[in-house]
């Protein structure tokens, strides 16, 4: 049994010009998420692959604005660094050239009221 090939569509590509995650970055993204996820701190996630950027969103309920938002622009990279951590209100909370680097600001104790 012989398999046509001329006739099967080719997989459907990403549009030219649109920045995305690689594999290495979206395994830092989730992990990431996975441990605040664990923590109870965020329930939901978005990815986006715009032309200028690429961003992951993350919130606490899905119907929500996002909490954060980690994007990766290249235009950047030589300037201010191709990743940023924004928080709610479009706060940039970091910028950087590397994302683990950006990604440290989670890491950080939460802030609590002193009484």
Known sequence: MAFDTAHQPAPPQ???????????????LLSLYGRMVAAGHWRDYAIDGLKDAAVFSVFRRSSE???????????????????????????????????????????????????
């Open 14 to 28: 990403p549009p030219h010009g649109v920045v995305f995650f690689d594999r290495h970055e979206l395994n830092q």
């Open 65 to 115: 604005t996002p909490l954060y938002r980690i994007e990766k622009r290249p235009a950047l990279a030589r300037r201010q660094g191709a990743w940023m951590v924004s928080a709610h209100g479009g706060v940039i909370l970091k910028r950087g050239h590397e994302l683990a680097q950006v990604l440290r600001v989670f890491d950080r104790t939460r802030f609590a009221v002193v009484e």
